[in-house]
T-cell receptor, first 114, second 114 residues
């Protein structure tokens, strides 16, 4: 059962515009969320995170928004650049974990068109 | 470069065989995680080791096993391989064992079972 879902497999955006990647989750115990970015032939790299006590976290061009009532989070990239073209994974964690187990979505492939 | 290394990069084998995937964590990291990414699937957490001991277990099949050695490198053993085991296997590492730590991923091992 996929507890973290990314329903858009792909997204194309013009350079300079905003990219919005969406993620939904089903487990109400999740209280920490992350976005990872993956280039071909490389492992995922950490991008940004947000705790459930916040509804927004910003880091440069990247902002993550969390809507707990809707169990939804989104990643905004402004302005989008060709180097942002990659697969983006949403992940979630719960304080109930004894370890550091992340639940990942299936990923959204972003293409930024020059 | 995340500092996490995985060998081999590619592996082709036959059904019923056994393979071993190897991971060396970043210098100073005590936790190692294994993930499986099948076609059109998100990363599925398999297992976590912390300083040589199993810390958390996810959707790991009984045919699969892992261990972490005193030098902190880890091996994932896959036995009685089936066609459905074909996937990308990622290793990640972090400093400790929880507290919302960033996981740093290796480039992955692509396994093809024929």
């Amino acid at each position: 059962d996929q507890q973290v879902k990314q329903n858009s497999p792909s997204l194309s955006v013009q350079e300079g515009r905003i990219s919005i990647l969406n993620c939904d989750y089903t487990n109400s115990m999740f209280d920490y969320f992350l976005w990872y970015k993956k280039y071909p032939a490389e492992g995922p790299t950490f991008l940004i995170s947000i705790s459930s006590i916040k509804d927004k976290n910003e880091d440069g061009r990247f902002t993550v928004f969390l809507n707990k009532s809707a169990k939804h989070l989104s990643l905004h990239i402004v302005p989008s650049q060709p180097g942002d073209s990659a697969v983006y994974f949403c992940a979630a964690d719960t304080h109930a974990n004894t370890g550091n187990q992340f639940y990942f979505g299936t990923g959204t492939s972003l293409t930024v068109i020059p | 470069d995340s500092g996490v290394t995985q060998t081999p990069k590619h592996l082709i084998t036959a059904t019923g065989q056994r393979v071993t995937l190897r991971c060396s964590p970043r210098s100073g990291d005590l936790s190692v995680y294994w993930y499986q990414q099948s076609l059109d699937q998100g990363l599925q957490f398999l297992i976590q080791y912390y300083n040589g001991e199993e810390r958390a277990k996810g959707n790991i099949l009984e045919r699969f096993s892992a261990q972490q050695f005193p030098d902190l490198h880890s091996e994932l053993n896959l036995s009685s391989l089936e066609l459905g085991d074909s996937a990308l296997y990622f290793c990640a590492s972090s400093v400790g064992t929880g507290g919302r730590e960033t996981q740093y991923f290796g480039p992955g091992t692509r396994l093809l079972v024929l």
